[in-house]
């Protein structure tokens, strides 16, 4: 019986890879998605569009950044990696987001918070600058299709999104990526 379920364990991780090679070589686009440090080819795609209310009452529309690169990140206060992750954004941001041409948009999944006073209180604690966007219900994370948090989108002057990396990322690999971008 025991040799059985190996067997079986065995046959399907085969075809597991099988399957995963064969779609490796389908994939024509040259966009990547890391996963904890794995990249994978992705389709290009046009960010989709959003608007969310910030902690100060203005709004904030993706689209009217166009022209610029984005980072666009998904978080949350309770997330541990998002706490090593906030202070290596706010880094980046205050050293080459004007060089770069790029806007840090963090969106909070404030839906999954206790408050948005806790909210705050994270953003004052890690003095962060960047637009902080609060999305009071799953509609935007669910667009982005974003499972796991934190998730970064970057994103080209034309919209498109060009990356997609799963987990936390630090300075150097914040300016890796953005300097892929055109």
Same mark, same amino acid.
């Not at 025991?2 to 090679?21: E, R, T």
């Not at 935007?140 to 499972?147: F, H, P, Q, R």
């Not at 970057?154 to 971008?181: C, M, N, R």
């Given at each position: 019986?025991?040799k059985?379920?190996?067997?079986?364990?065995?046959?399907?991780?085969?075809?597991?890879?099988a399957?995963?090679?064969?779609?490796?070589?389908?994939?024509?686009?040259?966009?990547?998605?890391?996963?904890?440090?794995?990249?994978?080819?992705v389709?290009?795609?046009?960010?989709?569009?959003?608007?969310?209310?910030?902690?100060?009452?203005?709004?904030?529309?993706? /689209? @009217?950044?166009?022209?610029?690169?984005? =980072?666009?990140? !998904?978080?949350? *206060?309770?997330?541990?990696?998002?706490?090593? %992750?906030?202070?290596?954004?706010?880094?980046?941001?205050?050293?080459?987001?004007?060089?770069?041409?790029?806007?840090?948009?963090?969106?909070?999944?404030?839906?999954?918070?206790? /408050? @948005?006073?806790?909210?705050?209180?994270? =953003?004052?604690? !890690?003095?962060? *600058?960047?637009?902080?966007?609060?999305?009071? %219900?799953?509609?935007?994370?669910?667009?982005?299709?974003?499972?796991?948090?934190?998730?970064?989108?970057?994103?080209?002057?034309?919209?498109?999104?060009?990356?997609?990396?799963?987990?936390?990322?630090?300075?150097?690999?914040?300016?890796?990526?953005?300097?892929?971008?055109?």
């Amino acid at each position: 019986m025991m040799k059985k379920n190996i067997g079986l364990v065995l046959v399907l991780v085969l075809i597991g890879m099988a399957l995963y090679g064969f779609l490796q070589k389908e994939t024509k686009s040259q966009n990547t998605v890391a996963y904890l440090g794995q990249e994978e080819q992705v389709e290009e795609k046009l960010a989709p569009d959003f608007t969310l209310q910030t902690l100060d009452g203005e709004t904030l529309t993706l /689209s @009217e950044l166009r022209g610029k690169k984005v =980072i666009l990140n !998904f978080w949350a *206060t309770w997330c541990p990696p998002c706490r090593t %992750e906030m202070p290596h954004l706010q880094e980046y941001y205050e050293k080459y987001s004007e060089t770069d041409n790029v806007e840090i948009v963090a969106v909070n999944a404030t839906y999954r918070e206790q /408050s @948005e006073e806790k909210v705050q209180q994270f =953003i004052d604690s !890690f003095n962060l *600058t960047f637009p902080i966007a609060l999305a009071n %219900e799953e509609e935007t994370l669910n667009l982005y299709e974003v499972l796991t948090i934190p998730s970064t989108f970057f994103i080209d002057t034309d919209g498109q999104i060009q990356h997609y990396i799963v987990g936390p990322l630090d300075e150097s690999a914040v300016h890796d990526y953005v300097q892929k971008l055109n």
